[in-house]
């Protein structure tokens, strides 16, 4: 009996091999052997250029004004969006910036690209979008759960503020709650004292008693790489379903008051679209990373192309790279972009950490990330 | 000091809106608080699933089931005001993994729990650093959990359970709140929630247990139907309370349960539960029953707890016979 069958090979279940030597499996999946005619496709079982499958919801939560659960693959976010209001009186500086700021808005109000600008700062200056990120929710071992939010939650929530800002996504105008101040007396009386009192009273008597700050907190339930695209996807989402009660100022009360009719709530009125896709560049040379970085003289890069002549590949661009993939590679593209009248517009490139990505190949990645503007919008648009 | 760590909102702070509706306190009755269409005995129904987050070794996600008022309200929305909530959390579980070199020697598994609510979760805001509240369900649900797990076979290592609440219990309906300083009712729900999740994450991370535990909800309240009808009003049991639907909770109690060995691991009473006879021929006293009413809770929550971890390993078993 112990004779009839050798001793069997030390076998690996492809699981363990991936876990003891992850560069060389992910290699061997991307760079199958000539002879076994198999496709090079990522360890996951997806094209280079395949992202995950997402699905979004929106609208679950009770206590939030706009709410999204977006999956991408194995990633959760979920997105909370709360409104609360800044009452000017509340505002240290507002009496002295507002007469500068209303006088330009005023002069402005014909074109509404000229009004942007003042849209923007007042955004900015009065903080009015409140992105936070959290990892610490047990998503991933990494992280402690009730420590201090992490480098990389820090960072995202600070590309995600800076994105909300540059992108310019929600409109000022939306978050303002107007007053229109009675005007008691007639008009020639109003025009005499408003030279002395100010810009505020010629706005046609109204003014700005309060603005909606939206508080945006992300969790990352589940954390399996690209936790940027899905936050901001979640992000996005919750904002589209966003709603404001109507409000207005109570002068009886000296507050402002909201309805809480539904009827009568309004929706933000976003600009544009924008949508996140990255990508990570996986380097065959496991040391890659390890090298001083040396910019590829003429002759290494025409033995580089030589060798994509003959078929054989030194690196991988990966969209929407997942956890496994995201600790084996260095150079990190995020590019950002959005479509107006067919025309594909880059709001944000992002990219780092290698030389691999070249001019001609951003291009290419630029039109991978309008095909998944063009996915991503319709799984928006549904939910 | 300002938290440099995270984004902060305007320096000045933030107001939450206040809805007209709530001003006008004489004709305030335009909405109604929220009844109760269930049996004294019903529970509600409990969504719950394992496996949601594959970077965790074991990990659930528990939902309640809407109550009426609140399902009426989603699907027909008329106020932006919610008449109550349905508890949603997540829960993760880490380990068991080996103790930090610094981490003195402990013959037993050592297990953390953290317990923190979302900044949406509930109709306040609430903050980022965990309050004391927080704090206090992870110490309830640790006491819950210690007595279950088989620590002595994992000495040296611990384990880390998280749970994310994504939205809460109400503490009391909202139109009372402003004049009504009762007990945060609320979270004895929450509590019960994070048990029966926490025992399923942990199954699903194939830690060894003595049983499922399973959390459960009782409450003695003073029913405000009888009340106005001039009787004077008998304080009812009631199981799986929405503190949303009551007007006054006498008191409450929640159990952690494991229904195999007859076990109580964990039990948090709070009111006060000496008026309340239940019943005239009923005699006994009034915490035995709210303590019966809880266990009895408990194990209508073990019935979906057991189906979910009956499903986990049927993922498991298929997951490994594809491996091999």
């Known amino acids: ?23 060389a499996y992910l290699l061997a999946h991307l760079s199958p052997p000539a002879a076994s005619n198999q496709p090079s496709l990522r360890a996951n079982g997806r094209q280079p250029a395949q992202f995950r499958p997402t699905s979004a919801n929106t609208g679950s939560l009770t206590h939030t004004n706009g709410s999204a659960v977006v999956r991408v693959g194995d990633t959760t976010a979920v997105c909370g969006v709360r409104a609360e209001l800044l009452p000017t009186s509340d505002i240290a500086s507002w009496s002295v910036s507002h007469a500068s700021s209303g006088a330009k808005h005023r002069q402005n109000t014909t074109k509404n690209d000229a009004d942007a600008d003042a849209d923007e700062s007042q955004i900015q200056d009065l903080n009015l979008l409140v992105p936070n990120l959290s990892l610490s929710t047990g998503c991933a071992p990494g992280f402690v759960p009730g420590a201090p939010p992490s480098a990389l939650a820090q960072s995202l929530s600070h590309q995600i503020l800076g994105l909300l800002h540059s992108t310019r996504l929600v409109r000022a105008e939306d978050l303002r709650v107007w007053y229109q101040v009675p005007s008691f007396g007639g008009d020639g009386d109003m025009d005499v004292d408003a030279d002395d009192e100010g810009q505020k009273k010629k706005n046609d008597g109204k003014e700005i008693k309060a603005f909606w700050v939206l508080y945006i907190d992300i969790m990352i339930i589940s954390l399996a790489g690209n936790a940027f695209d899905a936050a901001w996807a979640a992000v996005l989402a919750a904002l589209r379903d966003t709603r404001l009660p109507r409000a207005w100022w109570d002068a009886d009360n000296e507050m402002v008051v909201c309805s809480e009719t539904v009827a009568e709530a309004t929706r933000l009125s976003l600009r544009g679209l924008p949508i996140a896709s990255s990508f990570c560049v996986f380097e065959a040379d496991a040391a890659a990373g390890w090298r001083a970085v040396i910019v590829p003289d003429a002759e290494e890069e025409k033995k580089i192309e030589e060798d994509q002549r003959r078929g054989m590949q030194r690196r991988w661009i990966l969209a929407d790279p997942d956890g496994y993939e995201e600790g084996l590679s260095q150079e990190r593209v995020c590019l950002v972009v959005d479509r107006e009248m067919g ?9 780092n950490g290698g030389w691999a990505v070249d001019g001609r190949e951003l291009k290419q990645l630029v039109d991978i990330a309008a095909e998944r503007w063009e996915s991503l919008k319709l799984i928006l648009e549904q939910c | 000091m300002t938290d440099r760590r995270r984004i902060n909102g305007p320096p000045s702070g933030t107001r939450p809106a206040v809805f007209a509706s709530s001003l006008k306190s004489a004709s305030g009755a335009a909405t109604e608080r929220p009844r109760r269409h269930r049996q004294p005995n019903e529970l509600r129904k409990i969504f719950l699933k394992t496996g949601l987050i594959p970077s965790a070794s074991g990990s659930a996600y528990l939902e309640y089931e809407p109550s009426a008022s609140l399902a009426a309200a989603r699907s027909s929305p008329q106020s932006l005001i919610p008449p109550s909530s349905a508890l949603k959390l997540a829960c993760t579980v880490h380990g068991p993994k080996p103790l930090p070199r610094s981490a003195t020697f402990s013959p037993n598994l050592v297990l953390t729990t953290h317990v923190k609510y979302a900044p949406f979760a509930a109709r306040q805001r609430k903050g980022h650093i965990r309050d004391a509240s927080e704090r206090d369900l992870g110490v309830h649900l640790e006491t819950a959990l210690r007595g279950v797990i088989v620590a002595e076979r994992w000495p040296k290592s611990g384990l880390d359970i998280t749970i994310t609440i994504l939205e809460a219990e ?3 309906w909202w139109g009372d709140a402003p004049d009504s300083h009762d007990a945060p009712w609320g979270m004895m729900n929450v509590l019960a929630g994070c048990i029966t999740a926490a025992s399923a994450a942990i199954a699903d991370a194939r830690i060894d247990c003595l049983d499922l535990v399973a959390g459960g909800v009782a409450a003695i309240v003073s029913d405000d139907a009888a ?33 195999a060995r007859d076990e109580i691991t964990e039990i948090w009473l709070k009111g006060d539960h000496s008026k309340a006879s239940l019943g005239v021929d009923d005699s006994s006293l009034g915490h035995e029953a709210l303590i019966d009413g809880a266990v009895n809770a408990a194990r209508g929550a073990h019935t979906v707890l057991v189906e979910a971890v009956r499903e986990s ?4 078993a298929g997951l490994s016979n594809s491996d091999s």
């Not at chain 1, 025309?343 to 990219?351: D, G, Q, S």
């Not at chain 2, 009340?227 to 109690?253: F, Q, R, V």
């Not at chain 2, 390993?313 to 498991?316: C, D, L, N, T, V």
Request: net charge negative; hydrophobic share 35%; proline share 12%.
């Open chain 1, 1 to 23: 009996m112990a004779s009839s069958a050798p001793p069997p090979a030390l076998t690996l279940p492809p699981s363990q091999f991936a876990r003891l030597q992850p560069h």
């Open chain 2, 170 to 172: 109400d503490d009391r």
């Open chain 2, 227 to 259: 009340a106005e009808e001039g009787n004077s009003s008998t304080p009812k049991l009631m199981l799986d309370t929405d503190p949303a639907e009551h007007k006054s909770i006498l008191s409450a109690c929640v159990v952690a349960y494991m229904p």
């Open chain 1, 343 to 351: 025309k594909t517009v880059i709001v944000k490139m992002e990219k």
């Open chain 2, 313 to 316: 390993a049927e993922r498991y």
